[in-house]
């Protein structure tokens, strides 16, 4: 992947603390999570029951499915319990200023 990818995508203020919020991002659905000082990224779309996440519950580094109840790491996409099998794909972020970019391929 190159590194010339980042693709600007909300605004650090923007985020709800402890929360997930779902943006477009260069044409992709994505859920950005924060985790305390940490930011997350993910497919916003759930493997399983095509669900948003946005519209989940995040407990901790876990988003949990509003559809099935399913649930996934935030911090690599991976699934954590039933219904859900398949990984979501995660975003490198960095922060520049105040504005949160991911690496989109």
């Known amino acids: 992947m190159s590194q010339d990818n980042w693709v600007d995508a909300i605004a650090v203020d923007?985020?709800?603390s402890d929360d997930v919020k779902g943006v477009v991002v260069?044409?992709?659905d994505i859920?950005?999570?924060t985790v305390g000082d940490?930011?997350?990224?993910t497919d916003n779309v759930c493997t399983h029951g095509q669900a948003r996440l946005c519209d989940g519950f995040l407990d901790g580094h876990?988003?949990?499915c509003p559809l099935h109840?399913?649930?996934f790491d935030v911090r690599n996409g991976r699934p954590t319990c039933d219904p859900v099998t398949e990984s979501l794909r995660s975003y490198p972020v960095r922060i520049e200023g105040q504005r949160v970019f991911l690496q989109i391929d």
């Open 69 to 71: 109840q399913g649930k």
């Open 62 to 64: 876990e988003i949990e």
């Open 14 to 16: 923007e985020l709800p």
């Open 38 to 41: 940490d930011i997350f990224a």
């Open 26 to 28: 260069a044409g992709r």
């Open 31 to 33: 859920a950005i999570y």
